[in-house]
């Protein structure tokens, strides 16, 4: 309303006051009140348009006209809801209801909040909508402002983030979360359908060594080509899924019988018939396979009954091998997924020991160093050693996992030694060729303070052998760097020599199951003897494993070894804490009264080994040299002789 000019208030003692300049202001704006809404109408910089109470557009400003990609006069008359997109439900489907206080309204125009919507081209947009009812001065509802924001990036961006959470990289295919919906949603279709649900769990043989011998690039196309395969193969129903690693499993719904799933099967791994070709080299695959068929069971069971067939596919080295669960999970496979399941959290409960066993110099016995064994500390079945729990780390892809583990604690531990004895770390192939692996290193070194030249990380002699770019490229930044590389196991490799001049490595360490015979078979005396050969006639330091008695020990000393690790000379045990060595000189009490049975005893005069006059021969000279090792003794014994 515009106010006469007579009645306005002026300022007292001001007429012609700031005041009164201020209300003839308004009152002009009110008068041109028309011309005021057009202006903002047209030039607001959001998409807006003047909408009748029954939802036909009466106009729209230049903002709307280019979000929805049409003219004034194509939007002018037509009801709004030419602008919904098709696939989406009728907004009258959705009783929507006006606010109390608000007329009647087209259910189009009361949808405020994100929507879908079509432009003129077929493509679609999503905005935030907003309406405002506009009222004449007697309060009878006019026409409604419908207002759009454009939020068609922001909502792309977090489909985007949606799909790759849910969707493998390398491969494209769904990923291990996704298939938990994916499987609840087949199961209760199963169910209402009266079908069933079949899954084909495969997993690629040999593809580690293959990953290995080409590196991990290589190994990647594998599995990309691989992926490519399975979803070419599946049905339209069917969902291809890569668990991880060389893993897969492809969802089948409605499965009539087991017939008809091992067709699938049968199918899928017909895929593989064709060679796969990586940088130009002819590549043959086979894959194992579990099958599992059910309705009546939840999606875990059916996982777990795929995964067990798996695992008797492959059980025994074999390959292609096609397996079908039948009946229940049996006790020793519930235990071991219970194992697996429990893995998971060892490390965050603090649950993981390390043990060390020593080694030392085979002529006296002085202490050279200790080798870290990983020993897990279970809650309810009490200390378990690595084999009982290795196979279940590799399931649950935690090896390297626990291979950090280790190194960072035998680090922090061995920092506490004296400064001539060394720590050896025993090193899986998968986490040396890992992206990182050097760093990992470095930093384990750094935050313990451990000298590079006291720490040994061993390797199998496999590892050397095959090898890739990527860990030889770590190996040589970490022994750049001071620390030593062992080769573990060795002369039971493909082949010796060729690991040898594959890697830079310090230190070789005959396997114990040669010692063990070494005394009485002749065949496996010659082997041991042209391995210590070897490895003196190539400058390397040679440690014999297993030494169960002094018999072979001294048939080692009198054949050239210098160095030894074995129950003969110390059983892996954990070492005394520096607080608990404090705590004993404090105390005057023995260290094993105070930190329990499997400390180390005090020091005692070293015990001579039988030593027959050794004849002046090429093999058994500089018995002292142990290279970088010092002849220091801590313990005469690491462990009660009554531990496993």
């Known amino acids: 309303m515009s106010l006469p000019a007579s009645e306005m208030p002026r300022s007292p003692g001001t007429p012609g006051g700031t005041a009164g300049q201020r209300l003839r202001a308004i009152d002009t704006l009110l008068a041109d009140r028309g011309q005021l809404f057009q202006a903002l109408f047209l030039a607001a910089p959001i998409a807006k348009a003047l909408v009748d109470l029954d939802?036909?557009?009466?106009?729209?400003?230049?903002?709307?006209?280019?979000?929805?990609?049409?003219?004034?006069?194509?939007?002018?008359?037509?009801?709004?809801?030419?602008?919904?997109?098709?696939?989406?439900?009728?907004?009258?489907?959705?009783?929507?209801?006006?606010?109390?206080?608000?007329?009647?309204?087209?259910?189009?125009?009361?949808?405020?909040?994100?929507?879908?919507?079509?432009?003129?081209?077929?493509?679609?947009?999503?905005?935030?909508?907003?309406?405002?009812?506009?009222?004449?001065?007697?309060?009878?509802?006019?026409?409604?402002?419908?207002?759009?924001?454009?939020?068609?990036?922001?909502?792309?961006?977090?489909?985007?983030?949606?799909?790759?959470?849910?969707?493998?990289?390398?491969?494209?295919?769904?990923?291990?979360?996704?298939?938990?919906?994916?499987?609840?949603?087949a199961v209760a279709l199963s169910r209402r359908r009266?079908?069933?649900?079949?899954?084909?769990?495969?997993?690629?043989?040999?593809?580690?060594?293959?990953?290995?011998?080409?590196?991990?690039?290589?190994?990647?196309l594998l599995l990309s080509q691989f992926a490519d395969r399975l979803r070419w193969s599946t049905r339209v129903e069917d969902t291809a899924v890569r668990l991880g690693a060389d893993e897969f499993l492809v969802v089948a719904e409605d499965v009539e019988d087991l017939d008809g799933l091992r067709a699938l099967a049968d199918r899928l791994l017909s895929v593989l018939d064709e060679p796969f070709v990586v940088h130009d080299r002819e590549l043959t695959l086979s894959a194992s396979v579990g099958l599992t068929l059910g309705s009546d069971m939840t999606p875990d069971d059916l996982l777990?009954?795929?995964?067990?067939?798996?695992?008797?596919?492959?059980?025994?080295?074999?390959?292609?091998?096609?397996?079908?669960?039948?009946?229940?999970?049996t006790r020793d496979e519930v235990d071991a997924l219970q194992l697996e399941t429990d893995l998971r959290h060892a490390l965050d409960n603090d649950e993981l020991r390390l043990f060390y066993q020593p080694i030392v110099h085979l002529a006296d016995e002085t202490l050279l160093g200790y080798e870290a064994l990983i020993r897990w500390q279970h809650p309810t079945r009490g200390l378990l050693p690595p084999g009982a729990f290795l196979e279940a780390a590799e399931n649950n892809r935690l090896t390297s996992k626990l291979g950090a583990w280790v190194l960072r604690r035998a680090c922090l531990d061995a920092v506490t030694w004296p400064e001539d004895l060394r720590v050896h770390v025993n090193i899986s192939a998968r986490h040396l060729a890992e992206e990182g692996f050097s760093e990992l290193v470095a930093a384990a070194l750094e935050e313990s303070g451990l000298p590079p030249h006291r720490l040994e990380l061993e390797i199998t002699e496999s590892t050397a052998l095959f090898a890739a770019e990527a860990t030889l490229h770590a190996v040589a930044v970490v022994t750049d760097a001071g620390v030593?590389?062992?080769?573990?196991?060795?002369?039971?490799?493909?082949?010796?020599?060729?690991?040898?001049?594959?890697?830079?490595?310090?230190?070789?360490?005959?396997?114990?199951?040669?010692?063990?015979?070494?005394?009485?078979?002749?065949?496996?005396?010659?082997?041991?003897?042209?391995?210590?050969?070897?490895g003196r006639g190539m400058g390397l330091q040679v440690?014999?494993?297993?030494?169960?008695?002094?018999?072979?020990?001294?048939?080692?000393?009198?054949?050239?070894?210098?160095?030894?690790?074995?129950?003969?000379?110390?059983r892996p045990a954990p070492l005394p804490s520096p607080a608990e060595v404090l705590m004993s000189e404090a105390t005057q009490a023995p260290v094993e009264d105070v930190a329990g049975p499997l400390l180390p005893e005090p020091p005692a005069p070293p015990v001579e080994l039988p030593r027959p006059r050794i004849p002046s021969t090429p093999e058994a000279h500089d018995l002292h040299d142990t290279g970088s090792f010092a002849a220091r003794s801590l313990f005469d014994e690491l462990a009660d002789p009554d531990d496993d």
């Not at 002369?491 to 020599?497: D, F, K, L, N, P």
């Not at 014999?544 to 000379?569: K, N, P, S, T, V």
């Open 304 to 329: 777990r009954q795929a995964h067990s067939a798996l695992v008797r596919a492959k059980a025994d080295g074999q390959r292609a091998r096609i397996e079908v669960h039948e009946g229940a999970l």
């Open 543 to 570: 440690i014999a494993e297993g030494i169960e008695d002094l018999e072979q020990a001294d048939w080692l000393l009198r054949h050239g070894c210098a160095m030894a690790q074995g129950y003969a000379f110390g």
């Open 55 to 185: 939802g036909h557009v009466l106009v729209a400003n230049p903002r709307m006209c280019a979000l929805t990609g049409r003219t004034p006069e194509s939007l002018s008359g037509r009801h709004i809801d030419l602008l919904a997109h098709p696939d989406d439900p009728p907004v009258g489907d959705l009783g929507l209801e006006p606010a109390p206080g608000e007329p009647a309204l087209d259910p189009n125009l009361l949808l405020d909040g994100e929507r879908r919507l079509r432009r003129s081209d077929g493509s679609e947009l999503w905005v935030v909508q907003s309406h405002e009812v506009v009222r004449q001065n007697n309060g009878t509802p006019q026409f409604v402002v419908l207002s759009m924001v454009d939020v068609t990036d922001r909502r792309r961006a977090e489909e985007d983030a949606v799909r790759r959470a849910y969707t493998d990289p390398l491969t494209g295919l769904p990923n291990r979360r996704a298939l938990t919906d994916r499987l609840r949603h």
């Open 484 to 534: 030593t590389l062992a080769l573990d196991d060795f002369g039971t490799g493909y082949s010796a020599i060729t690991a040898l001049h594959r890697l830079p490595i310090h230190t070789v360490k005959i396997d114990r199951s040669f010692v063990a015979d070494v005394v009485t078979e002749p065949s496996t005396a010659a082997l041991v003897h042209g391995l210590l050969q070897l």
């Open 194 to 220: 009266g079908l069933q649900v079949g899954l084909v769990h495969l997993n690629i043989d040999r593809f580690q060594a293959v990953n290995e011998a080409m590196g991990h690039e290589a190994g990647d």
